[in-house]
Protein backbone atom coordinates (compact mmCIF):
# COMPACT_ATOMS: atom_id res chain seq x y z
CA UNK A 1 0.00 0.00 0.00
CA UNK A 2 1.34 3.39 -0.95
CA UNK A 3 0.87 7.08 0.38
CA UNK A 4 -2.69 7.93 -1.27
CA UNK A 5 -3.64 4.04 -2.74
CA UNK A 6 -4.50 1.05 -1.00
CA UNK A 7 -5.21 -2.62 -2.24
CA UNK A 8 -8.44 -1.26 -3.68
CA UNK A 9 -7.79 2.47 -4.73
CA UNK A 10 -7.80 5.87 -3.21
CA UNK A 11 -9.74 5.36 -0.23
CA UNK A 12 -11.27 7.51 2.99
CA UNK A 13 -14.35 9.84 4.21
CA UNK A 14 -15.25 11.69 2.07
CA UNK A 15 -14.38 15.44 2.42
CA UNK A 16 -11.82 14.70 5.62
CA UNK A 17 -9.06 11.95 4.24
CA UNK A 18 -10.45 12.27 0.36
CA UNK A 19 -10.81 15.61 -0.22
CA UNK A 20 -12.31 17.42 -3.55
CA UNK A 21 -8.40 18.87 -4.00
CA UNK A 22 -7.22 15.28 -3.46
CA UNK A 23 -9.49 13.79 -6.37
CA UNK A 24 -8.11 17.03 -7.93
CA UNK A 25 -4.59 16.34 -7.94
CA UNK A 26 -5.23 12.52 -8.18
CA UNK A 27 -6.69 13.49 -11.98
CA UNK A 28 -3.85 15.51 -13.06
CA UNK A 29 -1.60 13.07 -11.72
CA UNK A 30 -3.73 10.08 -13.58
CA UNK A 31 -3.55 11.50 -16.33
CA UNK A 32 0.20 12.85 -16.78
CA UNK A 33 1.53 9.36 -16.02
CA UNK A 34 -0.59 7.08 -18.23
CA UNK A 35 -0.50 9.52 -21.22
CA UNK A 36 2.56 10.09 -21.74
CA UNK A 37 3.42 9.32 -25.08
CA UNK A 38 0.08 8.98 -26.88
CA UNK A 39 0.03 10.75 -30.61
CA UNK A 40 -3.37 11.17 -29.62
CA UNK A 41 -5.63 13.40 -27.50
CA UNK A 42 -6.13 10.93 -24.45
CA UNK A 43 -9.73 9.74 -23.17
CA UNK A 44 -10.91 8.88 -19.72
CA UNK A 45 -13.79 7.52 -18.73
CA UNK A 46 -15.35 8.09 -15.10
CA UNK A 47 -18.51 6.36 -13.64
CA UNK A 48 -19.60 6.46 -9.70
CA UNK A 49 -21.80 4.64 -7.37
CA UNK A 50 -24.61 6.64 -5.74
CA UNK A 51 -22.72 8.08 -2.70
CA UNK A 52 -23.65 11.79 -2.11
CA UNK A 53 -20.37 12.77 -2.25
CA UNK A 54 -19.52 11.54 -5.86
CA UNK A 55 -20.73 14.15 -7.80
CA UNK A 56 -18.36 16.65 -5.65
CA UNK A 57 -15.62 14.15 -6.13
CA UNK A 58 -16.15 13.54 -9.72
CA UNK A 59 -16.52 17.02 -10.42
CA UNK A 60 -12.85 17.47 -9.23
CA UNK A 61 -11.46 14.71 -10.79
CA UNK A 62 -12.74 15.40 -14.02
CA UNK A 63 -10.88 19.36 -13.28
CA UNK A 64 -7.50 17.51 -12.88
CA UNK A 65 -7.85 15.15 -15.91
CA UNK A 66 -9.10 18.15 -18.09
CA UNK A 67 -6.06 20.29 -16.58
CA UNK A 68 -3.73 18.64 -17.53
CA UNK A 69 -5.10 18.21 -21.23
CA UNK A 70 -7.56 14.76 -21.56
CA UNK A 71 -10.78 14.65 -22.31
CA UNK A 72 -13.41 13.07 -20.19
CA UNK A 73 -16.54 11.09 -20.94
CA UNK A 74 -18.80 10.72 -17.54
CA UNK A 75 -20.55 7.60 -17.52
CA UNK A 76 -23.25 8.45 -14.52
CA UNK A 77 -24.12 5.97 -11.63
CA UNK A 78 -22.64 2.59 -12.71
CA UNK A 79 -21.01 -0.65 -11.76
CA UNK A 80 -17.50 -0.99 -11.02
CA UNK A 81 -17.18 -3.42 -14.18
CA UNK A 82 -19.19 -1.48 -16.07
CA UNK A 83 -16.72 0.87 -16.22
CA UNK A 84 -13.74 -1.19 -16.37
CA UNK A 85 -15.63 -3.17 -19.52
CA UNK A 86 -16.72 0.10 -21.39
CA UNK A 87 -12.87 1.52 -21.02
CA UNK A 88 -11.50 -1.63 -22.65
CA UNK A 89 -14.42 -1.91 -25.07
CA UNK A 90 -14.56 1.59 -26.30
CA UNK A 91 -10.58 1.81 -26.20
CA UNK A 92 -10.68 4.65 -23.96
CA UNK A 93 -6.86 5.22 -22.13
CA UNK A 94 -8.56 4.72 -18.78
CA UNK A 95 -11.63 4.45 -16.63
CA UNK A 96 -12.12 6.18 -13.20
CA UNK A 97 -14.43 4.63 -10.67
CA UNK A 98 -15.12 7.03 -8.03
CA UNK A 99 -16.37 4.30 -4.97
CA UNK A 100 -15.78 2.66 -1.51
CA UNK A 101 -17.52 -0.37 -2.66
CA UNK A 102 -19.16 -2.16 0.32
CA UNK A 103 -17.96 0.81 2.95
CA UNK A 104 -21.10 3.78 4.35
CA UNK A 105 -21.95 6.43 2.59
CA UNK A 106 -20.11 8.60 4.38
CA UNK A 107 -16.54 7.16 3.00
CA UNK A 108 -15.59 7.21 -0.62
CA UNK A 109 -12.98 6.14 -3.39
CA UNK A 110 -10.96 6.44 -6.33
CA UNK A 111 -9.60 3.36 -8.57
CA UNK A 112 -8.18 3.29 -11.41
CA UNK A 113 -8.66 0.74 -14.63
CA UNK A 114 -6.17 0.46 -17.63
CA UNK A 115 -7.27 1.14 -21.10
CA UNK A 116 -7.54 -2.85 -21.27
CA UNK A 117 -10.06 -2.91 -18.12
CA UNK A 118 -6.94 -3.74 -15.96
CA UNK A 119 -6.43 -2.11 -12.42
CA UNK A 120 -3.41 -0.25 -12.41
CA UNK A 121 0.04 -2.51 -11.16
CA UNK A 122 1.27 -0.64 -7.82
CA UNK A 123 4.13 0.16 -10.10
CA UNK A 124 1.53 2.61 -11.71
CA UNK A 125 0.21 3.72 -8.90
CA UNK A 126 3.40 4.46 -6.80
CA UNK A 127 4.32 7.12 -10.38
CA UNK A 128 1.01 8.77 -9.66
CA UNK A 129 1.65 9.19 -6.21
CA UNK A 130 5.05 10.45 -6.73
CA UNK A 131 3.56 12.99 -9.25
CA UNK A 132 1.12 14.16 -7.21
CA UNK A 133 3.12 14.85 -4.26
CA UNK A 134 6.09 16.82 -7.07
CA UNK A 135 4.21 17.61 -10.42
CA UNK A 136 6.20 17.95 -13.36
CA UNK A 137 6.85 20.96 -15.39
CA UNK A 138 4.74 21.36 -18.30
CA UNK A 139 1.80 18.51 -16.75
CA UNK A 140 -0.85 21.30 -17.16
CA UNK A 141 -2.35 21.89 -20.54
CA UNK A 142 -3.15 25.79 -21.62
CA UNK A 143 -5.48 27.10 -24.29
CA UNK A 144 -7.15 24.84 -26.28
CA UNK A 145 -5.04 21.85 -24.77
CA UNK A 146 -7.82 21.72 -21.71
CA UNK A 147 -9.87 18.52 -21.77
CA UNK A 148 -13.50 18.67 -21.94
CA UNK A 149 -16.52 16.36 -20.44
CA UNK A 150 -18.79 15.27 -22.05
CA UNK A 151 -21.79 12.31 -21.44
CA UNK A 152 -22.19 9.52 -21.94
CA UNK A 153 -25.15 8.03 -19.16
CA UNK A 154 -28.65 6.42 -20.60
CA UNK A 155 -26.04 4.51 -23.62
CA UNK A 156 -23.61 3.67 -20.90
CA UNK A 157 -25.56 1.67 -18.87
CA UNK A 158 -27.80 -0.40 -21.75
CA UNK A 159 -24.35 -1.34 -23.44
CA UNK A 160 -23.24 -2.94 -20.28
CA UNK A 161 -26.61 -4.50 -19.27
CA UNK A 162 -26.93 -6.26 -23.08
CA UNK A 163 -23.17 -7.18 -22.60
CA UNK A 164 -23.95 -9.28 -19.12
CA UNK A 165 -26.69 -10.89 -20.97
CA UNK A 166 -25.41 -12.02 -23.87
CA UNK A 167 -22.19 -13.51 -21.46
CA UNK A 168 -24.87 -15.70 -20.01
CA UNK A 169 -24.48 -19.75 -20.68
CA UNK A 170 -28.49 -19.87 -20.67
CA UNK A 171 -31.26 -18.84 -19.38
CA UNK A 172 -34.01 -18.83 -15.74
CA UNK A 173 -36.89 -18.37 -17.70
CA UNK A 174 -39.51 -18.62 -14.61
CA UNK A 175 -37.01 -18.23 -12.12
CA UNK A 176 -37.91 -16.08 -8.30
CA UNK A 177 -35.48 -14.40 -7.94
CA UNK A 178 -35.42 -11.60 -5.35
CA UNK A 179 -32.15 -9.30 -5.68
CA UNK A 180 -30.81 -6.71 -3.33
CA UNK A 181 -29.07 -3.98 -4.82
CA UNK A 182 -27.48 -2.31 -2.01
CA UNK A 183 -29.11 0.70 -2.91
CA UNK A 184 -26.46 1.19 -5.56
CA UNK A 185 -24.88 0.97 -8.81
CA UNK A 186 -26.75 -2.34 -9.33
CA UNK A 187 -30.11 -0.20 -9.10
CA UNK A 188 -29.62 0.74 -13.03
CA UNK A 189 -28.91 -2.30 -14.10
CA UNK A 190 -30.09 -5.63 -11.87
CA UNK A 191 -33.55 -5.36 -13.20
CA UNK A 192 -32.72 -5.04 -16.88
CA UNK A 193 -30.23 -7.73 -16.79
CA UNK A 194 -32.48 -10.46 -14.92
CA UNK A 195 -35.48 -9.59 -16.55
CA UNK A 196 -33.90 -10.15 -19.86
CA UNK A 197 -33.12 -13.33 -18.93
CA UNK A 198 -36.07 -14.58 -18.39
CA UNK A 199 -36.69 -14.75 -14.28
CA UNK A 200 -39.47 -13.71 -12.03
CA UNK A 201 -37.48 -10.64 -10.67
CA UNK A 202 -38.15 -8.73 -7.13
CA UNK A 203 -35.93 -6.01 -6.07
CA UNK A 204 -35.33 -4.51 -2.70
CA UNK A 205 -32.52 -1.56 -1.51
CA UNK A 206 -33.02 0.03 -4.82
CA UNK A 207 -33.88 3.30 -4.03
CA UNK A 208 -30.66 5.12 -3.74
CA UNK A 209 -30.68 8.76 -2.04
CA UNK A 210 -27.14 9.53 -1.85
CA UNK A 211 -26.62 8.33 1.83
CA UNK A 212 -28.61 4.91 2.76
CA UNK A 213 -26.21 3.06 0.25
CA UNK A 214 -24.76 -0.55 2.10
CA UNK A 215 -27.20 0.88 4.74
CA UNK A 216 -28.79 -2.51 6.51
CA UNK A 217 -28.38 -4.40 3.01
CA UNK A 218 -26.55 -5.35 0.13
CA UNK A 219 -23.71 -8.09 0.46
CA UNK A 220 -22.55 -6.91 4.00
CA UNK A 221 -25.68 -7.09 5.09
CA UNK A 222 -26.92 -10.32 4.33
CA UNK A 223 -30.25 -10.35 6.84
CA UNK A 224 -33.12 -9.03 5.29
CA UNK A 225 -32.51 -10.46 1.78
CA UNK A 226 -32.17 -14.30 3.78
CA UNK A 227 -35.42 -13.82 5.44
CA UNK A 228 -37.44 -12.06 2.76
CA UNK A 229 -36.13 -15.10 0.40
CA UNK A 230 -37.62 -17.46 2.53
CA UNK A 231 -40.95 -15.91 3.50
CA UNK A 232 -41.54 -14.91 -0.11
CA UNK A 233 -40.93 -18.58 -1.10
CA UNK A 234 -38.20 -17.62 -3.87
CA UNK A 235 -36.48 -19.87 -5.67
CA UNK A 236 -33.03 -17.93 -4.74
CA UNK A 237 -31.98 -15.03 -3.97
CA UNK A 238 -28.61 -12.52 -4.35
CA UNK A 239 -26.95 -9.33 -2.86
CA UNK A 240 -24.28 -7.41 -4.44
CA UNK A 241 -22.23 -4.73 -2.89
CA UNK A 242 -21.87 -0.75 -3.91
CA UNK A 243 -20.80 -0.67 -6.43
CA UNK A 244 -22.14 -4.04 -7.67
CA UNK A 245 -18.14 -5.86 -8.28
CA UNK A 246 -19.37 -8.40 -5.67
CA UNK A 247 -22.51 -10.99 -5.45
CA UNK A 248 -23.19 -12.81 -2.38
CA UNK A 249 -26.40 -15.29 -2.54
CA UNK A 250 -28.95 -17.03 -0.57
CA UNK A 251 -30.49 -20.83 -1.57
CA UNK A 252 -34.30 -21.26 -0.67
CA UNK A 253 -34.18 -21.48 2.79
CA UNK A 254 -32.77 -18.62 3.88
CA UNK A 255 -28.96 -19.60 4.07
CA UNK A 256 -26.05 -17.50 2.53
CA UNK A 257 -23.83 -19.36 -0.60
CA UNK A 258 -21.23 -17.24 -0.37
CA UNK A 259 -17.71 -16.23 -2.87
CA UNK A 260 -15.86 -20.27 -1.78
CA UNK A 261 -19.62 -21.86 -2.42
CA UNK A 262 -20.12 -20.34 -5.72
CA UNK A 263 -16.31 -20.67 -6.91
CA UNK A 264 -16.43 -24.66 -6.14
CA UNK A 265 -19.57 -24.99 -7.84
CA UNK A 266 -18.53 -22.78 -11.12
CA UNK A 267 -15.37 -24.74 -11.22
CA UNK A 268 -16.72 -28.62 -11.05
CA UNK A 269 -19.51 -27.32 -14.10
CA UNK A 270 -16.26 -25.68 -16.06
CA UNK A 271 -14.54 -28.61 -15.54
CA UNK A 272 -17.02 -30.95 -16.36
CA UNK A 273 -17.73 -28.67 -19.61
CA UNK A 274 -14.00 -28.56 -20.52
CA UNK A 275 -14.03 -24.73 -20.22
CA UNK A 276 -12.23 -24.52 -16.55
CA UNK A 277 -8.46 -23.58 -18.02
CA UNK A 278 -6.22 -24.52 -15.51
CA UNK A 279 -7.64 -24.46 -11.83
CA UNK A 280 -9.03 -21.77 -9.46
CA UNK A 281 -7.35 -18.58 -7.99
CA UNK A 282 -8.47 -18.16 -4.07
CA UNK A 283 -6.97 -15.74 -1.45
CA UNK A 284 -5.45 -16.77 2.05
CA UNK A 285 -8.74 -15.89 3.19
CA UNK A 286 -11.09 -19.25 1.30
CA UNK A 287 -12.41 -21.77 3.27
CA UNK A 288 -10.89 -25.16 3.52
CA UNK A 289 -14.22 -26.04 2.44
CA UNK A 290 -13.17 -24.86 -1.27
CA UNK A 291 -9.70 -26.54 -1.09
CA UNK A 292 -10.90 -29.75 -0.15
CA UNK A 293 -14.08 -29.79 -2.61
CA UNK A 294 -11.81 -28.96 -5.76
CA UNK A 295 -8.77 -31.25 -4.39
CA UNK A 296 -11.70 -34.21 -4.50
CA UNK A 297 -12.49 -33.44 -8.26
CA UNK A 298 -9.03 -33.13 -9.24
CA UNK A 299 -9.19 -28.95 -9.44
CA UNK A 300 -5.91 -27.11 -8.71
CA UNK A 301 -6.78 -23.87 -6.31
CA UNK A 302 -4.08 -20.82 -5.73
CA UNK A 303 -3.47 -18.81 -3.11
CA UNK A 304 -3.11 -14.85 -3.13
CA UNK A 305 -2.99 -12.14 -0.71
CA UNK A 306 -6.32 -10.41 -0.22
CA UNK A 307 -7.47 -8.52 -3.11
CA UNK A 308 -9.55 -9.52 -6.38
CA UNK A 309 -6.58 -7.53 -7.94
CA UNK A 310 -3.61 -10.06 -6.64
CA UNK A 311 -6.64 -12.94 -7.78
CA UNK A 312 -6.10 -11.45 -11.01
CA UNK A 313 -2.45 -11.11 -10.98
CA UNK A 314 -2.29 -15.22 -10.45
CA UNK A 315 -4.76 -16.07 -13.32
CA UNK A 316 -3.03 -13.65 -15.68
CA UNK A 317 0.37 -15.24 -14.58
CA UNK A 318 -0.98 -19.35 -14.82
CA UNK A 319 -3.60 -18.30 -17.32
CA UNK A 320 -6.61 -19.42 -15.29
CA UNK A 321 -9.53 -18.30 -16.16
CA UNK A 322 -11.45 -18.60 -12.52
CA UNK A 323 -10.80 -16.80 -9.40
CA UNK A 324 -12.39 -15.02 -6.77
CA UNK A 325 -12.53 -14.00 -2.94
CA UNK A 326 -15.08 -15.51 -0.37
CA UNK A 327 -16.56 -11.70 0.42
CA UNK A 328 -18.10 -12.46 -3.50
CA UNK A 329 -16.18 -11.01 -5.66
CA UNK A 330 -15.50 -13.28 -8.34
CA UNK A 331 -13.90 -13.37 -11.61
CA UNK A 332 -14.92 -14.82 -15.02
CA UNK A 333 -11.72 -13.77 -17.19
CA UNK A 334 -13.35 -14.86 -20.32
CA UNK A 335 -15.85 -11.71 -20.22
CA UNK A 336 -14.43 -9.64 -17.38
CA UNK A 337 -11.55 -8.25 -16.37
CA UNK A 338 -12.50 -7.30 -12.90
CA UNK A 339 -14.81 -8.75 -10.32
CA UNK A 340 -18.13 -8.82 -11.59
CA UNK A 341 -21.41 -9.23 -9.01
CA UNK A 342 -24.08 -9.19 -11.84
CA UNK A 343 -22.33 -11.54 -14.17
CA UNK A 344 -21.56 -13.89 -11.07
CA UNK A 345 -24.99 -13.95 -10.45
CA UNK A 346 -26.30 -14.51 -14.22
CA UNK A 347 -23.45 -17.59 -14.21
CA UNK A 348 -24.35 -19.23 -11.03
CA UNK A 349 -28.39 -18.66 -12.09
CA UNK A 350 -28.26 -20.14 -15.40
CA UNK A 351 -26.00 -23.33 -13.62
CA UNK A 352 -28.78 -24.18 -11.40
CA UNK A 353 -31.63 -23.58 -14.00
CA UNK A 354 -29.31 -26.22 -15.81
CA UNK A 355 -28.86 -28.47 -13.18
CA UNK A 356 -32.68 -28.74 -12.15
CA UNK A 357 -31.23 -28.91 -8.48
CA UNK A 358 -32.48 -26.52 -5.85
CA UNK A 359 -30.38 -23.69 -4.43
CA UNK A 360 -29.88 -25.50 -1.12
CA UNK A 361 -28.79 -28.88 -2.91
CA UNK A 362 -25.88 -27.19 -4.82
CA UNK A 363 -24.91 -25.27 -1.34
CA UNK A 364 -25.08 -28.55 0.30
CA UNK A 365 -22.34 -30.00 -2.22
CA UNK A 366 -19.46 -28.20 -0.89
CA UNK A 367 -18.27 -28.45 3.03
CA UNK A 368 -17.27 -25.03 4.78
CA UNK A 369 -15.35 -24.99 7.79
CA UNK A 370 -16.96 -22.64 10.47
CA UNK A 371 -14.78 -19.11 10.11
CA UNK A 372 -15.05 -16.50 12.81
CA UNK A 373 -13.59 -12.96 11.96
CA UNK A 374 -13.22 -10.26 14.33
CA UNK A 375 -12.08 -6.72 13.46
CA UNK A 376 -10.10 -4.72 15.55
CA UNK A 377 -9.59 -1.18 15.47
CA UNK A 378 -5.77 -0.27 14.33
CA UNK A 379 -4.75 3.21 13.10
CA UNK A 380 -3.98 3.27 10.10
CA UNK A 381 -0.14 4.07 10.84
CA UNK A 382 0.45 0.87 13.01
CA UNK A 383 -2.11 -1.68 11.15
CA UNK A 384 0.93 -3.07 9.78
CA UNK A 385 3.37 -3.97 12.51
CA UNK A 386 0.40 -5.75 14.10
CA UNK A 387 0.92 -9.32 13.37
CA UNK A 388 4.88 -9.06 13.92
CA UNK A 389 4.55 -7.79 17.51
CA UNK A 390 5.43 -10.85 20.38
CA UNK A 391 2.34 -10.88 21.98
CA UNK A 392 0.92 -11.74 18.97
CA UNK A 393 3.26 -13.92 17.59
CA UNK A 394 2.46 -16.08 20.63
CA UNK A 395 -0.78 -16.04 20.92
CA UNK A 396 -0.67 -17.13 16.75
CA UNK A 397 1.82 -19.81 17.58
CA UNK A 398 -0.56 -21.38 20.70
CA UNK A 399 -3.57 -21.48 17.98
CA UNK A 400 -1.85 -23.39 15.65
CA UNK A 401 -0.35 -25.85 17.68
CA UNK A 402 -4.04 -26.18 19.58
CA UNK A 403 -5.51 -26.46 15.81
CA UNK A 404 -2.93 -28.73 13.82
CA UNK A 405 -3.70 -29.54 10.97
CA UNK A 406 -7.65 -29.06 11.13
CA UNK A 407 -7.33 -24.96 11.70
CA UNK A 408 -5.31 -22.26 11.46
CA UNK A 409 -5.08 -18.05 12.26
CA UNK A 410 -4.88 -15.23 9.96
CA UNK A 411 -3.88 -11.89 11.06
CA UNK A 412 -3.57 -9.07 8.53
CA UNK A 413 -3.89 -5.48 8.21
CA UNK A 414 -7.73 -4.15 5.91
CA UNK A 415 -6.36 -2.59 2.92
CA UNK A 416 -9.47 0.10 2.97
CA UNK A 417 -9.57 0.56 6.72
CA UNK A 418 -8.02 1.31 9.96
CA UNK A 419 -8.58 -2.45 11.21
CA UNK A 420 -6.60 -5.59 11.64
CA UNK A 421 -8.48 -8.51 10.93
CA UNK A 422 -8.23 -11.66 12.59
CA UNK A 423 -9.41 -15.18 11.22
CA UNK A 424 -9.56 -18.33 13.42
CA UNK A 425 -10.80 -21.15 11.42
CA UNK A 426 -11.02 -24.92 12.28
CA UNK A 427 -13.89 -27.76 12.63
CA UNK A 428 -15.56 -26.74 16.04
CA UNK A 429 -17.74 -23.32 15.69
CA UNK A 430 -17.51 -22.91 19.22
CA UNK A 431 -13.91 -23.42 19.74
CA UNK A 432 -13.46 -21.09 16.91
CA UNK A 433 -14.98 -18.54 18.26
CA UNK A 434 -13.02 -18.54 21.54
CA UNK A 435 -9.95 -18.67 19.86
CA UNK A 436 -10.39 -15.87 18.13
CA UNK A 437 -12.05 -13.66 21.01
CA UNK A 438 -8.96 -14.38 23.01
CA UNK A 439 -6.44 -13.29 19.70
CA UNK A 440 -8.52 -10.03 19.51
CA UNK A 441 -7.96 -9.21 22.48
CA UNK A 442 -4.28 -9.99 22.98
CA UNK A 443 -4.11 -7.51 19.93
CA UNK A 444 -5.95 -4.55 21.53
CA UNK A 445 -3.97 -4.65 24.04
CA UNK A 446 -1.02 -4.55 22.27
CA UNK A 447 -2.04 -1.44 19.84
CA UNK A 448 -2.91 -0.07 22.80
CA UNK A 449 0.49 -0.40 23.75
CA UNK A 450 1.95 1.17 20.87
Known amino acids: MGKYFGTDGARGVANVELTAELAYRIGVAAAYVLTRGLRHRPCFFIGRDTRISGNMLEAALEAGICAAGADVVSLGVLP ?47 QIERCMDDLPAGALATGAGLGRVTNLELSAEEEYA ?51 IN ?36 DEKGRVIDGDCVLALLADKMRREG ?24 IEVGCTKVG ?20 GHVILSDYATTGDGQLTAAHFLCMAAQSGKKASELRD ?25 PAVRAVAQQIEQAFGADGRILIRPSGTEALVRVMVEGRDE ?20 L
Request: hydrophobic share 40%; glycine share 12%; with cysteine.
Open 275 to 298: TLHGGVSATVMSNLGLRSFCRERG
Open 365 to 389: MVPSFPQVTVNVPAPNSVKKQVAGL
Open 162 to 212: DHIVKSAPGRIDGMRVLLDCANGAASQTAGRIFGALGADVTLIHHSPNGVN
Open 430 to 449: ERVRAWAETAAGVIKQAVAA
Open 215 to 250: EGCGSTHMGDLCAQVQAGRYDIGAAFDGDADRCLLV
Open 308 to 327: DRYVLEEMLEKGWNLGGEQS
Open 80 to 126: TPAVAYLTSEHQADAGFVISASHNPFEHNGIKIFGSRGYKLKDEQED
